[in-house]
């Protein structure tokens, strides 16, 4: 049976609704983010709040993790007071638990987009004590979060993954068991590698359009009438022709991805010319917007 105590450390554009959508469920939820203020309305529609993940770790039965990248998952886990200090069995301090198939019935779930090395790395190390581990990363920005439609991938025992079902659930339309510890990781990867193919096909049209005289509101248009078409194009359609790009989904996140997918032994002709192409951005100085603003590196740069 899932658990309905869950411990959330991280509380960025994603992890904010998606715990929201877990209290609307009626899960006990308590949070850890390194700026608490993060978490005010959070607290006010329900929530705990941890000082730590340590302290979280002992308040709760599943801990799920949203956090940037390798290094903060890492500090989550290994820092002075992170959950693996929390660890010392697989009991619970004053808890239910929750029934899974492995281990001593305690549950991480981590649905960040890092490396499978490190996923492999931090479950073995939960392994130790009695801990089952999930990667669980998503496929969807903010919108889909708030509205519960996320797309989740996950790579871990499929007793575990069937046992916390219930989360999944509430968190997304559709989440998919992939295998072994890390291929949830690897899917994730190669969804974001798909989608920077889409990004920058996208915006070389918009801007090769633009130079040759077709506005980005008329080229969007016909975009997306055309057999091109899609909800990504529909949803990106506001950046190109206002020329905006509030971060749904940053552009660092996305070199980040890329870097990882190399990382993991991508070797596409295509996929290093991207990979390059975003990494560049960053360097450029467009990380904090949206990933749609490498257009702007397109209009200046051109590859």
Known sequence: MA?????WVGLGNMGLPMVKNLLKAGFEVIVYNRTAAKAAPLVEAGASLAGSPRELWEKADTVITMVADDAALRQVHEGPDGLLAGAVSGAVAGGSGVATAGGGGRVVIDMSTVSPA?????????????VDYLDAPVSGSVKPAEMGQLVIMVGGKKAVYEAVGAIFEKLGKASFY??????GNNAKLAINLFLSFTMQ???EAVNFAREKGVAPAEMMAVINESAVSSVFTKLKTPNFVNDQYPAA????LMAKDLRLVKEQGMHSPGGLVIEESFR???AEGLGEEDLSA???FIATKGL
């Open 3 to 7: 658990t309905k105590r869950i411990g």
């Open 249 to 252: 989904f940053a552009l660092k």
């Open 280 to 282: 560049q951005a960053v």
């Open 294 to 296: 490498i257009i702007k």
């Open 178 to 183: 992939l295998g072994e510890q890390g291929s």
């Open 118 to 130: 490190t996923t492999k790395e931090l479950a073995a190390k939960l392994a130790e004590k009695g």
């Open 201 to 203: 096909g996208l915006s």
